[in-house]
């Protein structure tokens, strides 16, 4: 799963704000709850929850897959990032695995995952594998990116999963839709949370 942070990552490289980041691939032992239900995804994700090793992905690490997996030397949509762990890097009990970058001296979590539990032995080696599939992907009708929508005339916040027919979104022009990857991202940019949406308790209006 691709973080909220890779996002931002991507844009600050596109904007030529950061240089290209070292990356760095960490596993961790996760929650044991976890054994018995494994966690919703969740992009606002920002760390490992109990790091145990990491390693830093050398550079012939970094491969492009074509459209039927393998390696090519022509840029493509899917990046694959890879790291080996040698006997004694990373044992113990493993249930996640992230990819992280510097990024103007800030450390992100660009992508993560849990795994079913896997029990790692001293003399065993672990190869860890990560697949960033930028592919464009068709459209459902009535299907969306993120649940947070800002209406940047009333400079209100509201939640796609939780709207009423009070919230009037249809009414809301095509123009004044901003959309944000998470509800702490609205709150920072000075959108108030609808009052329909998140209850009367929730907003300043």
Known sequence: ????????????????????????IAVGAGDATWDAQVPEPDRSVSRLVAEVARRAVPPEK?????????????P?????VAVTFWQEE??????ECGLLAT?????????????????????????RTIRLDLTPRAIAPGSRVTRWL???SSR?????????????LAEI?????FYFSSFEAGREHGYDPCAYCFGREASQR
């Open 90 to 95: 990373a044992m113990g009990t493993l249930r």
């Open 150 to 152: 800002g209406n940047s």
């Open 173 to 177: 022009a095509e123009d004044r839709r």
């Open 103 to 127: 990024v103007g001296g800030t450390e992100e979590l660009l992508a993560y995952y849990v795994h079913p539990r896997l029990e790692q032995r001293a003399d065993a080696v672990l190869e």
């Open 156 to 168: 209100e916040l509201h939640d796609l999963e939780a709207e009423t027919a009070s919230c009037q």
């Open 76 to 80: 493509t949509p899917v990046l694959q």
């Open 1 to 24: 799963m691709l973080t909220a942070a890779s996002y931002r990552t991507l844009a600050a490289l596109l904007a030529g704000r950061v240089e290209p980041p070292a990356l760095t």
């Open 62 to 74: 970094l491969v492009f897959l074509d459209e039927v997996g393998e390696p090519t030397d022509a």
